[in-house]
């Protein structure tokens, strides 16, 4: 029995599935109305190694937020539930460069929910606000009770910054939930949280 999950959420606004496997080879299908946010999408899920379908759109209507902020919340939730009674490692970071781009990801997979980036400062990225983003991340740290930091050390392509951004998200992530052989959690207190 492998790690996964398969989430829906329907609002009145939006509608949002995710079926996800942790233990994949990358296999991804994005389908939301945002290009750009597929791509970021696919990019997080291929860098974590997940095998992934992601589908949302809206029910009414609606502004970006609030599907970008319950695919957030989805995928947090799919994660948290395909990792539920497995102790994983909890630490992850990475450092992506891409082009002019050189980005630090961090994750803590602590039961304490934090996000911390710096994406507000890009403005519209193809249409998307970088605070859509930042709460995008925000989402789904909160949903899984994850501590987030992402960082952009470098750059001045927009694109390039978040692209970088969620390739390293991707990565540390894939590195904090791998499986221990063992059931206590890292950590000097024995319990996470």
Known sequence: MGRKASIERRTRETLVRVALELDGEGKVVVKTPISLFNHLLETLLYYMKANAVVEASYTGHVVPHHLIE??????????????????????????????DALVIAAFDYSHRPTAVTDFERLGSVEGIDGILLAHFVEALAWRLGATIHIYSLRGVNAHHVVEASFKALGMAMKSALEPLNSSQPLSLKGVLG
């Open 70 to 99: 319950d695919v957030g919340l989805v995928l947090g939730e799919a994660i948290r539930k395909a990792t539920e009674g497995v102790t994983v490692r909890r630490y992850g970071w990475a450092v992506v460069p891409m082009d």
